[in-house]
């Protein structure tokens, strides 16, 4: 997982993004890399260096230059865990529940739904203190029904 975060980071930054869809064109070295980008040697070996040590591009000496090209798996990997991860991942649904991963559980992600008003972020303020007080669009559109009526008084701050 250290690899997979690393590769990120390094792929991060426009600049080495924008390397490494070059490097996907073509094999360059640092001379030909540093004029199609319009910066200095000394700028893209600093760069390269970063996407070496994240495995995504290797060097093959040619003669008197390095020729840097990526190595096209590591990118495959890290696309297929990127899709692992996002198909993990349960349908979004809409605010009037959030989920959130129950920590006891870390190999099948056990989910459970909390109502919205414990949600620190999203405190129904359209409701009011009482069920009977509420219209019926009003519940539904901040709760979904009229059981569990999640009204929390305001705290003062």
């Keep these: 997982m250290d690899d ?10 426009k600049t080495r993004f924008r390397m ?9 070295c640092v001379g030909a890399l540093a004029d199609h980008m319009g910066m200095s040697k000394a ?10 040590k994240a495995g995504l591009v290797k060097g093959e000496k040619r003669g008197y230059w390095t020729h840097y090209g990526v ?5 495959q990997r890290i696309a297929e865990t990127l899709l ?18 129950d ?18 972020c999203q405190q129904p303020t359209q409701l009011k203190d009482k069920t009977e007080n509420c219209t ?3 519940i539904k559109k901040w709760h979904g029904d009229e059981k569990n009526h999640p009204y929390v008084p305001a705290q003062n701050k």
Excluded: Y
Aim: glycine share 2%; charged share 25%; aromatic share 4%.
């Design 71 to 75: 190595d096209k798996d590591v990118i």
């Design 103 to 120: 920590g006891n559980k870390t190999d099948d992600l056990e989910r459970r739904t909390l109502p919205m008003w414990q949600n620190c």
């Design 20 to 28: 490494i869809r070059l490097l996907l064109t073509h094999d360059l």
């Design 4 to 13: 997979f975060i690393l590769a990120l980071k390094a792929l991060g930054d």
């Design 43 to 52: 700028a893209v070996s600093q760069h390269l260096q970063i996407l070496r």
């Design 84 to 101: 692992q991860t996002a198909d993990q991942a349960p349908e979004f649904r809409a605010a009037s529940h959030r989920t959130i991963e």
């Design 136 to 138: 019926p669009e009003q």
